[in-house]
Every structure is written in C-alpha cells, then in structure tokens.
C-alpha cells in the first residue's frame, strides 16, 4: 500500500495491505472523520501535479495520514486545491473528476481508494473480528518522489540533495535553506547573490566581475552544484539567469560526504542550484524585468507534453539580457541562456537529456580604492578615464542527462551526469599600492581561463522493514574528471615592482606605467611613469588534469514514529596531475574515509530535535604561488538543532548550533583567475543561525533568519570578512478582499555588525562598518500576469560588500528602481 506519515514522507505499496485495512474497517465519508465537514477551514496550496505526490501535500497540510493503493492512483493526476478550505473539501477537490474516493478509518487517518464497482468487492478476511493494526503492515517497494512538491510559498517541505534521496526536512539531521520561487519572486531577485541575501549564515562578496563569492558559516562555499553535482572548477563559471531554477537549496555543513569537488572549500556548506526539468504539466511563461543599472530582461519557460500519450515531455528556457550597467559607467553588459530538455516515462523507466548555454558579459562592478588603512581615505575619484570596455565575459557549456529504473518492489537505480565546457576572458583596471602617498599604480590587466571537466553519479537504492524499522539504504559510486587550461598562451604570474615594494599578481596582466592622482583624478607628469615601470615573470600553469571518486554507503533509518538516524560512509580519492617547474610531470594523490552520522528525534509530529556530526575533506585544486598543489585540507562539524513546524505547519522554524574545526585554511592571494592561494591558519568557527519562513496568517508570508557568529584563527590574526551579527526580515502580504485584493505588498530590511579587512601590501586591518538596507515593493495580480514595482536600498544608503582589500572596494548600488513582470499565456 501507499503509506503517507505526518511529518515523514515515506511512500510503500502493496494492495494487500489496503484491501485488508478497508475489509476490517468499513468506514463511510464522514463517520469517525478526523478533517469533518464541520473542522475548520485551512489554507491549501496544492498545484497540479500527479495524484499520489498531490495526496503527499494534502497530507502534510491537513496533519492527516493518507492510505491508499499505488496502483489505484497511478495513472491520476490532480487540477490541485487551493484556498481557505476544510481538509475534507481540499481533498474532494484533489479526487474531483477520478474514480477514486476518500474513506476515513479513524480519527488521524484517511484511506483513498478506487470507487467500488459491481463485482469489485473487497474481499473480507477470514477472520473480521480482529483488529487492525496498521504498524502490523509490513512495507513494500519505496517509490522515489522526487520534485513531487510544487513550492508555492516560501515554505518548502523536501529536499533532495542532501540525502541524494527525496527527504522531508525533518526527518534530516542538519540546516538546510531552501528558497522558492515564490521568495524569488517576491523579492524581485535577479541573481543567485540575491537570492541568498536573506539565508542564515550566509554573505556574499563582490569579484572582480562574474559570479559573487559566497561565504556561508565563515568559509568560502566553493562554485556549488547544480542539481547535486558540481557546477565550477575555476570560479571563471557564471550561474544561469534565475528563470532557468526550480529552486535554491543551501546546505550548511561540510559537504564532502557528498563528493562536491568544486574549488575552495566547502567546510560551511554549499549551495545547490535545482534547474526546471521537463514535465507533463503545461507551462507558458513569459517573464521581464527593467532596471536603473540592471538594463532589460526578458525570458521564456516552456514546458508540457510532446507525445499525446504524455510519454514524451519536453522543457525549453531562454533568456536574454542587455544594456547593464554600473553608476560608474561601466557599460556592454548582456547576456544570453538557452536551455532545452527532453524526457520520456516508461512504466519503470525514466530518461532525461538536456543542454545549457550560458553567456554573460558583465561590467566590473563599482569600487574605489584606499590610500590608506581605513575606509576614511577611500578615494573620492572611483575610476579611470576611458575604460568604458572594463568588463569580463563568461561561456559555460552544459550537458546533461538523468537515468531512473525500476527493477522490483524494492530495488531502484539512479544515474546522473554532465559534461561542462567553460571559458572566461575579462579586462579590468585596478589598481596596487605603491607606497607613493595618494599615488597608486592603475594595472591594466587581462585574463584568459578555459576548462572542462565531466561528473558521473550512480546509486543503487532499496528498501526493507523489520518490525517497526524501515531501512532505506543508498549504494552509490561517483567519479569526476577535470582538465584546467588555459588559452593557448598559458596563465601567467606577474611581478610588479613600484619602488622597494613588490606585489604578486595572477592572470595574464599587462601593465600600463602612467600614474595617477585619485585625490583629483587628474594623470599626474610623465616622470612619474618611471616610479612605477613593471618587472615581469611568467611562469605557466595550465594543463593540470584533477580527478575526484568516491564510493558512497547511506542508511537512513525510520525507527517508529519518532527517531530517524541517518548514517553514511564515504571513501574518497582525489588525483591532481600536474608537473613541476621543468616541465617534468608530478601526481598527487589523496584518499581518506570521510565519515557522517546524525539523529533526529521527535517529541511531537511538529518538533524535531537532532545532532549531527560530519567529517570535511578537500583536497584544494588550486595552486600554490609556486605552481604547486596545495595540502589537503580537513575539517570536522558538530551541529545540534530543532526544527519546530508552527502556524498549523505552514511555516518553520529552524535552529542551530555549531562549531566548525579546520586544521588550515586557504589565503586567496589573487581576486582573478586562475586564483593563487597559500595555506593559511587552522580555524574553530562557531554560531548560532536562526531562520523561520512560511504564512502566518492569510495572504501573509514572512521569511526571517538571524546569525551570530565567532570566528578564532590559530594564530591569532583577526578573521576578516565575517561580521558578527547578522539580521534578515522580509514579509509580503497580499489583499484578500474588497477593491484592494489584486494588491500585494512587501519589504525587508537586512542588517550586519562590522568586520574587518586587511590591506594587500603591509597587512594592517581596517574597519568595515556596519550597515542595514530597506527595500520594498507592491505587487499588482492579475488572473495570468503579475507585475512588481521596487525600490531597493530605500534610504540610498552607502553600501559596501563584507570583505576586501585596499586596491579594491566594491560599493553596492546605491538606490536603485525595479520593474519585474510575468505572464503565463
């Protein structure tokens, strides 16, 4: 049977055990009705999708467990419910125009099964005096629901990644963020830095152009992933427009266990992207946006059947972008993504293949620079003259397919992979400290950065019980292969000498000698040129081959109604090949078991309590200043929490506590691909994360996190880039009734403490202030189309990003004017 627990999403079946539910207990609608006509209305938000993932939501909505046969409802599909409702009528709603039909067996559960037909009796059993025991059941086959829940509100109720199976948040032993495309759309975000604005523990900082550093628990969170496996090698990748994603899914922990091989370390966590994938249900979609500096959008999401039979499905997103720019003046900016997918459905098979086409050229984003140790000698004069072609470009190639087989009852297979091409070529003017009072050295510099690299995943899943034990246990093997070039040239290191003073540089840099007042803006005497003439050296890095494997054991354990544990093994191997100095080849090869093990108990269906111990593994693949692999670095989490479903389980709340120990860190001592770094110290980082999303009230939905974090390098240098407190609110509230019910409106604030910088040439630190930020909108609905008026940073406040150094101060935009819009024709 299809066995549906609140607040544990477990699917089984096996018509046996329905048949002997419905002959022992021959209940009628309404008798002993745990929702009856009578109960309360509830607000439902359940969208089109199949029956049985339908029957999952209402489930979880109503607090109600679903029993029902699979194959009774397998070929089903539901036009949804939504409104205030009592659960009954939701559910009535949900059955309208099936053969199927609700029965209640007791006061906390409802059976759904077909209607009964002459001659199509259910059989009784032998003997009808005993009582039914629905834990006597045994479980059979588990149906894999991924993606069976549309998110239409800010709350989400599943996740995949994590587990590499469809998982209920409470039932998982960790923080997990997930941004929907409801929050999406009602904070008019327009990026992935955006997006993550609002999530507990998180920051971001500005590059020199392209996609934006995440921090997340104090340490740099890598390129991310793309539905679960990884979505950079070089940080030279830029993410796809946000009308391409499903949703976003932010993971706090290490995430080694999960064979993310992406650059930097993931010791914090990581962030995955879920992208929009083929499906039956018709979607026309026409989006568009126009801002001050951001130029105009415009994107199209296509999906729906492409065989009559609905075997064939089909999803096609495009966008394009044009005319970005930055109040500096910085212009060019525009952009380009193409996406088709394909799938096809069999009775137990399922193939999907898809391609990715990403192309940006982004405007370096407005800064200033320092002439000394503290942010009150910023230069007033941000930029130089004539650089109206300051921008970097971005090409990323995907493609990608997905494997699912049903072998029996109890036994599935998944297989998951891509292949990834991406180049990046920018030019930029910044600048070094030369020690020349409010001189500094303007470097013309340009990089050129190709790779590619493929990701193979497999799991091999079943499923088994005994006694009030369910066992869902995932064998899975992954291996990726990656090739870091370069143009043709090759990377270069480049050694500029201003005087006594000598910085290193990455990338391929070339050096205009000219100087320059920033004070007044005016270029200073020709005899100046001499004080800063370039000394150069270059040193080749490209063509280092990286190769990351692992081999997965998963366990996650559902002992009765209220622990949950989740165990997992992986052995991991890491190979970089590379050569030394003179040409000669050189291999490095790293291998370790990297551990997991977590609990969650539950004192009630809507209170979860857990702990969780994870082990983090990276093997760094960047290069050291001398071209050479970095030591493998390792980290060790310790997180307990609870996780407290309120407001009738519409919204959440969630929190942690952890602590974070590494054994050292990476420097990053070029802000440019490809990046050089050198080991830095071991660190503990701890804190505390709060974070609560979901409705309130009708037509009320809030989304709220705060951070407390404390960070302790071994050798008692100051943490830079990492504020100690950290706020996020937003709320939107939409009319329900009289002349005002087409109006929505909404705002949020965010708010951090200080934190601290360092200079690039002596190291003094220097303060960063705090800073807070208000921005807002109001909505207008219609019966297909939306359109959303903003205003962001309200008080054109001075906003600059978390973390960096003197040659380079990235400011926020400051107030800016937002128009978004969609239409679904």
Request: proline share 6%; aromatic share 8%.
């Amino acid at each position: 049977m299809q066995h549906i627990l609140r607040g544990r999403r477990r699917v089984t079946t096996g018509a046996l055990a329905l048949a002997l539910v419905l002959a022992l207990r021959p209940a009628v609608a309404g008798e002993g009705s745990p929702t009856g006509e009578g109960g309360s209305t509830l607000p439902f938000a359940i969208s089109p999708q199949p029956m049985a993932t339908a029957l999952l939501a209402w489930g979880q909505q109503a607090n109600v467990q679903v029993l029902t046969a699979s194959g009774a409802i397998a070929n089903w599909r539901t036009g949804g419910a939504s409104g205030l409702l009592t659960p009954d009528a939701a559910l009535d709603e949900l059955l309208e125009g099936t053969d199927l039909e609700r029965e209640s067996y007791d006061a906390h559960t409802v059976v759904v099964r077909q209607r009964q037909q002459a001659g199509n009796a259910t059989p009784a059993p032998v003997d009808s005096y005993i009582a039914f025991d629905p834990h006597s059941i045994t479980p059979l086959a588990t149906v894999d629901v991924r993606g069976i829940l549309a998110d239409d509100g800010f709350k989400a109720d599943t996740s995949r990644t994590t587990t590499r199976t469809e998982s209920n948040l409470t039932d998982v032993p960790q923080s997990v963020s997930v941004v929907t495309r409801e929050v999406i759309a009602s904070q008019q975000a327009v990026s992935i830095g955006d997006v993550a604005r609002y999530v507990a523990g998180v920051q971001y900082v500005d590059g020199y152009g392209g996609s934006p550093l995440f921090l997340i628990r104090g340490f740099d969170a890598g390129n991310g992933m793309t539905d679960g496996m990884p979505n950079g090698i070089a940080r030279t990748e830029d993410l796809p427009p946000l009308i391409g994603i499903e949703r976003v899914e932010v993971l706090r922990g290490p995430e080694a266990i999960l064979g993310d091989a992406s650059q930097n370390n993931n010791f914090g966590g990581s962030i995955n992207v879920v992208m929009k994938r083929p499906q039956a249900d018709t979607v026309r979609t026409l989006t568009w946006s126009a801002g001050e500096y951001d130029g105009a959008r415009l994107g199209l999401d296509l999906a729906g059947k492409a065989s009559t039979d609905g075997a064939w499905t089909y999803r096609l997103v495009a966008a394009g972008q044009g005319a970005e720019h930055t109040p500096q003046g910085h212009g060019n900016g525009r952009g380009a993504y193409l996406a088709p997918s394909f799938a096809w459905q069999g009775s137990d098979t399922r193939v999907m293949g898809g391609l990715e086409y990403v192309d940006n050229r982004v405007p370096s984003p407005e800064h200033t620079v320092l002439l000394g140790a503290s942010l009150s000698t910023a230069s007033p004069y941000r930029d130089l003259p004539e650089t109206a072609d300051d921008y970097s470009t971005y090409r990323t190639t995907r493609a990608v397919f997905e494997f699912d087989h049903e072998f029996g009852p109890d036994w599935s297979f998944h297989s998951q992979g891509q292949y990834v091409r991406q180049h990046s070529d920018g030019r930029n003017w910044s600048y070094t400290a030369g020690g020349n009072g409010p001189y500094l050295v303007p470097v013309s510099r340009t990089f050129r950065y190709k790779g590619s690299y493929w990701t193979w995943q497999n799991d091999l899943r079943t499923s088994f019980s005994h006694g009030n034990t369910t066992h869902t246990v995932l064998l899975g093997f992954d291996v990726a292969r990656t090739h870091a070039g370069d143009s043709g040239g090759g990377s270069t290191v480049e050694t500029l000498q201003t005087n006594d003073v000598q910085l290193d540089r990455g990338a391929q840099i070339v050096t205009t000698p000219i100087a320059f007042n920033l004070l007044t803006g005016a270029r200073m005497s020709e005899k100046f040129d001499s004080l800063v003439a370039p000394v150069t050296t270059v040193q080749d890095l490209g063509g280092s081959w990286q190769t990351n494997a692992g081999l997965y054991l998963q366990d996650q354990v559902a002992i009765g109604e209220r622990w949950n544990v989740l165990a997992a093994l992986r052995r991991t191997t890491y190979q970089l090949d590379t050569h030394w100095e003179d040409g000669l080849p050189r291999r490095q090869r790293k291998s370790r078991w990297v551990p997991r093990l977590g609990v969650v108990y539950k004192l009630t269906p809507a209170v979860a309590l857990y702990a969780d111990t994870a082990v983090g593994f990276q093997p760094d693949p960047l290069l050291g200043k001398d071209g050479q692999p970095l030591p493998a670095v390792t980290s060790r989490q310790v997180e307990v929490g609870g996780k407290f479903d309120l407001f009738d389980q519409r919204a959440r709340l969630t929190a942690a506590v952890y602590r974070i120990r590494v054994d050292h860190s990476v420097d990053l001592v070029s802000p440019e691909p490809p990046f050089f770094a050198t080991p830095g110290p071991g660190q503990t980082n701890r804190g505390v994360e709060l974070e609560f999303t979901g409705n309130v009230a009708p037509g009320v939905d809030v989304l709220a996190s705060l951070t407390e974090t404390r960070i302790h390098n071994y050798d008692d240098s100051r943490p830079t880039g990492t504020p100690k407190h950290q706020a996020a609110i937003w709320g939107s509230y939409r009319f329900g009734s009289g002349p005002v019910q087409p109006w929505g409106v909404a705002a949020g604030v965010l708010a951090r403490s200080r934190s601290y910088g360092r200079t690039s040439t002596d190291g003094q630190y220097f303060g960063i202030p705090g800073q807070a930020s208000v921005e807002t909108n109001v909505t207008r609905y219609g019966e297909h189309w939306r359109v959303t008026l903003g205003v962001k940073n309200l008080f054109a406040r001075t906003l600059y990003a978390v973390n960096f150094d003197d040659t380079f101060v990235p400011i926020r935009q400051g107030r800016t004017v937002l128009l978004t819009g969609s239409y679904d024709f």
